[in-house]
């Protein structure tokens, strides 16, 4: 006896539909573009004609590019086509679309293709913007991986619980960043910062070509892996630190010799002292949070600092 297959939709997660479902009916085939005549129907200059194809049948569902020009993506790879599973992201045009597990009766496909119209229409007349959503349904490097590898230009701009961070991309490529316009914090630690940000709201907001003092040159990809070995680096040192508003102080009498010092945990320990806590010392260190910590971590450590 085999076992039913799990009901299936397409949900929008982000761009001019967001909020639209799109039913998954098993031995099926739903073709996506802009031309009225097709299944589901995706009003945008990004996307074709006939943009892409979702096939239902045989057991399995995947997606396949209909020779789209700007290309058809899932969790950030260019496909041609492939398998397609719960959980996966799907880029086409500036729509992030999700698949995901729906309980109930699904709609039926017209009235689907309704809702979709009426959503995109509804984010016209409030001026939604053309790529926009909520980093709790996609990740920020998931987000990042998708816009790198679609090479957009523009700025993102994510609004969360610690202020504004707007990072800079160039054809995919991220050469810029800040949190809330603070520009005494080097980009690539604001950067860093903002892939720890558990929920937000972002858009894409159209390129700015303005001059910055410090521009990134890792590749977009370098900079997620370096980023994410650093908040896991960092998680593990603040698990053996003080929280971050506890006040420091110098240790009295001060035992350990200063000689046996980094040139970093002298800069750290001179912003101990004048900072006070750890979160003011992060926030003033011209080194990065991951640095900072373990720089921290030793003078905790070697009774430099104390808890005060």
């Not at 979702?54 to 399995?60: M, Q, W």
């Not at 790879?77 to 309980?103: N, P």
Request: proline content about 6%.
């Amino acid at each position: 006896m085999s076992l039913a297959h799990p009901q299936l939709a397409l949900r929008f997660i982000s761009g001019k539909y967001q909020g639209g479902e799109f039913p998954i009916h098993m031995d099926r085939q739903i073709v996506i573009g802009r031309s009225s005549e097709l299944d589901m129907v995706l009003v945008e200059d990004m996307v074709s004609r006939k943009h892409a194809l979702i096939d239902a049948r045989d057991g399995a569902i995947e997606i396949e590019d209909l020779g789209s020009t700007n290309g058809t993506f899932v969790n950030g790879e260019k496909v041609k086509r492939c398998r397609l599973k719960e959980g996966d992201r799907i880029l086409i045009g500036t729509s992030i679309i999700k698949m995901v597990a729906v309980d109930g009766n699904q709609v039926s496909e017209p009235e689907a293709r309704q809702r979709l119209e009426q959503a995109g229409q509804r984010r016209y007349s409030t001026g939604g913007k053309p790529m926009s959503g909520v980093i709790e349904e996609i990740p920020l490097p998931d987000l990042l991986q998708l816009l790198s590898t679609s090479r957009k230009s523009g700025v993102l701009s994510i609004t969360g619980d610690a202020g504004v961070g707007r990072i800079y991309l160039r054809k995919g490529q991220i050469y810029f960043a800040t949190i809330n316009e603070a520009f005494d914090v080097s980009p690539r630690k604001a950067f860093y910062r903002m892939l720890a940000w558990p929920s937000g709201a972002f858009e894409l907001e159209p390129p700015d070509e303005k001059a910055v003092l410090e521009e990134i040159t890792e590749s977009t990809g370098a900079l997620l892996i370096e980023g994410m070995r650093q908040l896991d680096e960092a998680a593990r040192l603040e698990g053996e630190l003080p929280p971050r508003q506890a006040p420091l102080g110098l240790a009295h009498p001060l035992e350990a010799p200063l000689r046996a010092l980094s040139p970093t945990e002298l800069d750290v320990l001179q912003l101990a002292i004048n900072q006070r806590t750890i979160q003011a010392v992060l926030d003033a260190s011209p080194h990065t949070d991951l640095d900072t910590l373990g720089a921290l971590k030793t003078l905790v450590g070697k009774r430099y600092l104390v808890a005060a």
